[in-house]
């Protein structure tokens, strides 16, 4: 029968996760964010000078954000709350308030309350927090994977500083896992490990930039592989492998904007291989390819346009394709349209001239059709109040040399559509210039 009065066994911290108990102290030893954290910044400075009251960290998993709150409640000699937001409701919010105030009155003492996951939170959780962040009974920090400014309250964001934290790259996550190796007291320093670069390497890059994800990863290969004859632990390329899964994607729905955004912008730069990279990566990550396609074809009439007449043509071809082939196949069409839109010459013209006249008729008089361009029942009806044969008359284009005769379809001479002198749009350009000359002289006859 057990003891119920036996007092429990200390716990080994070495049986905690590597990750946890390789988390930073310090903001020296949190890997990247360089842009947030190198000395000068304005996070880093207010930090030293413990001058600031609501945070709110953005970014994808395994960047530091929990990390980043634990280092400034150290440093700042705050207590520290944590609390999630899946799990927490207000009733819990509220204890953690009166706990902060609490120590504020009796001892003096500053309260960081941490809120991991602060988009899970509804309005009305967000709204608890407010009135104590600007009485100063606890200084908030938010951490979340998704855009604060959608999915967090305007008068939370209003008065909390927000920094986007960004995945670690391959390079800053080497000197982690080297550290990770060499610590004896949180790390796996009191092991016999010797271990392969190209092993750390393959670690570090698959990890896509989450830490978490790179030393669980190392972790799990080293205390799974049995010392060789020698007594010791080797980490190869191989074990390395084994030891991290297929890397995935990163692809909430800040992503898929964001990728698509590259995506078109890359097409728009004619940089076919920055096109097929991000074509690639939304393939990866499971878009829906019709989205894409859909994107595509968008894309060959606003940024190609008229200086490649073939581009739209193309755009749907590969539309209609990756319809009537499905995937996987259906990748291959879109590929042939990426590249050749952006290889493709650019102009926009036709689309900024149909803007230009959208906005003259949102905002400007609406100019009344010409008598002579009107229906017959229409012309009868001006003719009756006035309007004489020669605005009455239409000259039919068929009739006259080249298909074209000089006549005016737009009251007041406006101008909207500008040609380029890229591709096809070249020959368009002369076109109308040719065309232009004959109105003006026949404009200049007497």
Known sequence: MSDLFQQPKPQNPLNEPLASRMRPHHLDEIAGQQHILAPGKLLRRAIESDRFTSLIFYGPPGTGKTTLATVIARMTGSRFESINGVESNVAEIRAKIDQARHHRDMRGQTTILFIDEIHRFNKAQQDVLL?????GVIRFIGATTHNPFF??????????????????????????????????????????????????????????????????????????????????IHLSLEVAEE????????????????????????????????????????????????????????????????????????????HHALEFIGMPEGRIPLAHASVYLAAAPKSNSAYMGLAKAMSDVASGRTLAVPPHLRTKSRKSLAAGSGTTDAELQYLYSHDFPENYIPQAYLPEGRSYFEPSMNGHERKIKERLDHLKSLFEAQSDKP
């Open 243 to 318: 030891s991290i899964q297929k890397k995935s994607i990163a692809y909430d729905e800040d992503n898929h904007y964001d990728t698509i955004s590259a995506f078109i912008k890359s097409i728009r730069g004619s940089d076919p291989d920055a096109a097929l990279y991000w074509l690639a990566k939304m393939l990866h990550a499971g878009e829906d390819p019709r989205f894409i396609a859909r994107r595509l074809v968008i894309l060959a009439s606003e940024d190609v346009g008229l200086a490649d007449p073939a581009a739209l043509r193309i755009a749907i071809d590969a």
């Open 131 to 135: 009135p104590h962040i600007e009485r």
């Open 151 to 232: 999915h967090i309250n305007s008068p939370l964001t209003s008065r909390s500083q927000i920094f986007q934290l960004e995945p670690v790259s391959t390079a800053e996550l080497l000197p982690v896992l080297h550290r990770a190796i060499a610590d004896a007291e949180r790390g796996l320093g009191h092991l016999p490990v010797t271990a392969e670069e190209a092993a750390l390497f393959h670690i570090a890059e698959k990890s896509d930039g989450d830490v978490r994800k790179a030393l669980t990863a190392l972790e799990l290969a080293i205390l799974t592989t049995p010392p060789s004859d020698d007594g010791k």
